[in-house]
């Protein structure tokens, strides 16, 4: 009896620390998550602590982009969970080996576009070569001006590259000491107002979905914290929509702008649907393909197999278009 006793005592204890071990995977005790000012949905997610309000017991650690490629490098680091990016960076970075899927999309924006000051002369996309470019590597607005390029024959070793973080590159085209450049919002919108450069190639269908990325160790290990930060992105979203004069001043209070550039990145930032579905796919696909044919993703690489081992629709199935 006794040790039948003790032997009962022993499948309790496994029981509890089973229990406890599988409440350890589902909650972590801290989630190291971005905000960036491209991403107009996460100002509002930090501001309201509405992840914190959903995961009172875990320690919500903020940590700003700078673009896509800082999120994709502190994402393959381990110094991010869950980090804001373009989806086609998110592919390339996927393609070369970052371990992320992409959960959530938290806006269908224009904003990128070739930049250039009026004195240049430059006016399209031919007129580019042999010129001073100021891009972003792995970024949207690095891919925009490869597929640029190509829409004119031409190629990165036709230009001249000046590799410079977005708020670098506006400002080397401000001081002249570039041509052009791949630009990104805010910062697109204060070149154009502040500066008086103007947007010489637009493409609003090759900007791919702003798309929020998780890591796979955090999607595989800890699904219900993924649900929580889904969740908090959704209220947060409905309240940007639902307030849009409230978005544009923490846009202009984080991005450190004035008003009127805030609403100008925002009229062209579309934030009424939060789904993974057949258009983010579509268009981060065709972004893939583009870029293979000019040579930047390698032929042997199955574009469309990676696209559905980035993208996972299932996270967002539920969530309402509004």
Do not use: C
């Not at 999309?105 to 007129?127: H, N, Q």
């Not at 450049?181 to 979905?209: I, K, S």
């Amino acid at each position: 009896m006794r040790r039948t006793f003790l032997f009962g005592l022993a499948l309790v204890g496994s029981a509890v620390l089973s229990l406890a071990q599988s409440a350890t995977a589902q909650t972590p005790t801290e989630i190291k998550i971005d905000w960036a000012t491209y991403n107009p949905v996460s100002l509002i997610l930090k501001e309201d602590r509405l992840l914190e309000q959903r995961l009172s017991g875990t320690t919500v650690r903020w940590v700003q982009s700078a673009g896509s490629n800082k999120a994709l490098e502190f994402l393959n680091a381990g110094s991010l969970d869950f980090g804001s990016t373009a989806g086609a960076a998110a592919l390339l970075a996927r393609i070369n080996g970052n371990p992320v899927r992409a959960v959530y999309v938290y806006s269908k924006p224009e904003w990128t576009a070739l930049v250039a000051r009026p004195a240049t002369g430059i006016r399209t996309p031919e007129d580019l070569r042999g010129r001073r470019i100021a891009v972003t590597r792995g970024t949207d607005p690095h891919i925009f001006l490869v597929r640029a390029l190509a829409s004119v024959g031409l190629t990165e070793r036709d230009v001249r590259l000046v590799l410079l973080q977005h708020a670098d590159g506006r400002a080397a085209l401000a001081a002249g000491q570039v041509d052009a450049w791949a630009g990104l919002d805010p910062l697109m919108a204060r070149a154009e107002l502040e500066d008086g450069a103007g947007l010489v190639f637009r493409r609003p269908d090759w900007n791919t979905y702003g798309t929020l990325l998780a890591s796979d160790s955090i999607a595989t290990r800890h699904p219900a914290a993924v649900e929580a930060v889904i969740a908090a992105y959704e209220e947060a979203r409905r309240r940007a929509v639902a307030d849009p004069k409230r978005l544009a001043d923490l846009l202009a209070r984080a991005a450190r702008i004035d008003a009127a550039v805030a609403d100008r990145q925002l009229t062209r930032t579309d934030l009424s649907n939060p789904r993974l579905d057949a258009a983010v796919v579509e268009t981060i696909q065709a972004a893939g393909l583009a870029l293979q044919q000019v040579g930047v993703i390698e032929p042997q690489v199955d574009v469309a197999a990676t696209v559905a081992a980035l993208i996972q629709p299932a996270w967002t199935a539920r969530l309402a278009q509004r």
